[in-house]
């Protein structure tokens, strides 16, 4: 009985794993940026409480989408096989489960804000085949046992040898078209030729309006062996948004719309965009889960056009407080209009590094804030400016118990030595970053065991919007030893030294590294 629960079990999660990745590549076809995986899977991330995404970030950093991922599909194989065992045992049950989740696929893609007709073509395929196979490979099972070889009229070898050769050639076929489906996905073949295709116009030092970068000045690197790098490389650039799967998004077919409480209504194209008279800038952006010491930030040289530009062509109407950006996929996030308006570069990013702006990043468009925190400014895939009051609308995060406004803490964090390391005795090197973007960095200190303060050489400015770096040279005795850091801002504040919890508005405290001297 064992044996055959096993058989029953594994047709279940061939029949349901055939189901699901033809929906995918159907998806792959026909909906690039939504398909019944991604649908479920950002409907129950959407419904997860705060503390659960939390712990996720917390514990998984840049990979806790992947985490999820793995324990959503687990959760489904141990579905499927359960509705494999229901189906032998009574007949028409497990495919009843089958056709509920397919029904609940449908109802996801439903519900996305990126939904479209062609969108609905996954979760139906996914629905028939499920429903059609587990019934097709159950009846093979049942045909194999004793009790039913005679009612069937196939000598029970022969049933057997059939179902096994439909398990196999399932177990086959699925894994070809897992395998297709994930090569589709991760080519995103359509998106990534458009963008390859991209020249993006260079602005230059004597172009006009054009507005070049500054260049890095000398002294900006301090050269300390085993700090992270003062621009950080796009492949290494952290990743934070509620986005399940990249989605996929077509330059050509890409608007920004300007709505809300302006004067008029504005609908940009991504070739008018790019005519506009863009800017360079170097900009340091952190998410507000980096813990303290933490690496969820990063600095990059980016290029768009001023949001306040676009904001001031729409006409913004009095009393509005807010811009509500919106994304392709439904996220929204809540910035402060001064902070779109006054003279920082916020832009409508189109460029990282002198590349296209990467898909994962955002392509085709995003936009950058200086000094405020992700959560509440640097929206990717961007769609809509909405022009609005916080009295009047709240974004993805404000509904979960963060704050409505995020502003960048000034913080710091200790990169040499690395935490329970050991280095040669003598002339010990502290070096690190320290940041407060849009407000700047005037100053650092660190501290060895608990003793006194002592200022740590800065490395030149780039601008109060980037990130700086610091280091301090300290002679210290074979043994165990811990430092700490602070920073104090262009404002005369110093870091605040209490610790709190990155909820709701970001962590404080100071980072403090433990090593031995040898």
Known sequence: MARTNGWAALSGLIAVSIAVIAAELTAAVVSPSLSPVTAIGSTV??????????????????????????????????????????????????????????????AAVAARPQASTASFAAPVVALVLGVMLISVLTDRLLAWQPRRAADVGVPAPVARRRFLVGVGAGGVVAAASGAAAAGLRNSQSRVTNARERIALPRPTASATPTRAAVVVPAGADLGVDGMAPLVTPNDDYYRIDTALVVPVVDPNTWRLRVTGMVEREVELTFDELLAMPLVESYITLACVSNAVGGDLIGNAKWLGWPVRELLARAGVKDGADMVLSRSIDGFTA??????????RDALIAVGMNDETLPIEHGFPVRLVVPGLYGFVSATKWVTELRVTRYDDDVAYWSTRGWSERGPVKTSSRIDVPQGNSTVPAGTVTIAGYAWAQHRGIEAVDVRVDDGPWLPARLGTDISRDTWRQFSADVDLEPGSHSVQVRAVDSTGAVQVDSPAPVAPDGATGLHTVSFTVS
Do not use: C, N, Q
């Not at 687990?74 to 009574?90: D, I």
């Open 45 to 106: 991330i959407d419904v997860l409480p705060p503390g659960v995404k939390d712990w996720a970030i917390e514990t998984f950093g840049t990979a806790d989408k992947l985490a999820f991922l793995v324990v959503m599909f687990l959760v489904m194989a141990v579905a499927a096989a359960g509705a494999g065992v229901l189906e032998y045992r009574w007949r028409r049950v497990g495919a009843a489960v089958v056709l509920t989740f397919g029904l609940a696929g449908i």
């Open 334 to 343: 809540s910035t402060p209009l001064a902070a779109m308006t006054d003279d």
